[in-house]
T-cell receptor, first 114, second 117 residues
Framework: GAVVSQHPSRVICKSGTSVKIECRSLDFQATTMFWYRQFPKQSLMLMATSNEGSKATYEQGVEKDKFLINHASLTLSTLTVTSAHPEDSSFYIC??????????FGPGTRLLVL | AQSVTQLGSHVSVSEGALVLLRCNYSSSVPPYLFWYVQYPNQGLQLLLKYTTGATLVKGINGFEAEFKKSETSFHLTKPSAHMSDAAEYFCAVTRGGLSGGYQKVTFGTGTKLQVIP
């Protein structure tokens, strides 16, 4: 149980384009979903927290107009990186939690912006 | 405020040897504590967690951790390392003791475990 999927697992795009990453909780309803960014050899940096049907809460320093988050249902959240630039290249990981305190993580999405 | 310190960004052990990954936390209220494992180019997998009750927590793949309030520690151990244990391990803390709502999880900087044949 508690499986979270992400799609795509890897994406390469040109600078200036937008990229959408999907995060799904497959076997439970996620009251809250989280988006993290992980730089090489570093820990996870929380970007934003989203609750179903409401606006995401962004961490300090994260541009909400750059990283659009939509949490349309209890099993799906999307992160759209708008007008991507090479410095946005990173490993993006989502996680989801139900009614408990434990977060369950997706497999991550490797974004490379050329 | 809460924080996590993982001592040693890299740990090397021989196959079959004891694995000990250290984690110390700081929290103003009783914590919930987690250990996650990350394999290359993958997300994080929950190894084990402490919320309340028994302070020695057993997880998957033969790992266990002991919550020691007096030492503010939650070290991860495994009696005998396998090659497949080579990965990065993250300790995390969140506030415990509350009935609901989201409490931010703070992650440590990670410890990369190398297992030598």
């Amino acid at each position: 149980g508690a499986v979270v999927s992400q799609h795509p697992s890897r994406v390469i795009c040109k600078s200036g384009t937008s990229v959408k990453i999907e995060c799904r909780s497959l076997d439970f309803q996620a009251t809250t979903m989280f988006w993290y960014r992980q730089f090489p050899k570093q820990s996870l940096m929380l970007m934003a927290t989203s609750n179903e049907g409401s606006k995401a809460t962004y961490e300090q320093g994260v541009e909400k107009d750059k990283f659009l988050i939509n949490h349309a249902s209890l099993t799906l959240s999307t992160l759209t990186v708008t007008s991507a630039h090479p410095e946005d290249s990173s490993f993006y990981i989502c996680s989801a939690k139900g009614t408990g305190r434990t977060q369950y993580f997706g497999p991550g999405t490797r974004l490379l912006v050329l | 405020a809460q924080s996590v310190t993982q001592l040693g960004s890299h740990v090397s052990v021989s196959e079959g040897a004891l694995v000990l990954l250290r984690c110390n936390y700081s929290s103003s209220v009783p914590p919930y504590l987690f250990w996650y494992v990350q394999y290359p180019n993958q997300g994080l997998q929950l190894l084990l967690k402490y919320t309340t009750g028994a302070t020695l927590v057993k997880g998957i793949n033969g790992f266990e951790a002991e919550f020691k309030k007096s030492e503010t520690s939650f070290h991860l151990t495994k009696p005998s390392a396998h090659m497949s244990d080579a990965a990065e391990y993250f300790c995390a803390v969140t506030r415990g003791g509350l009935s609901g709502g989201y409490q931010k999880v703070t992650f440590g900087t990670g410890t990369k475990l190398q297992v030598i044949p």
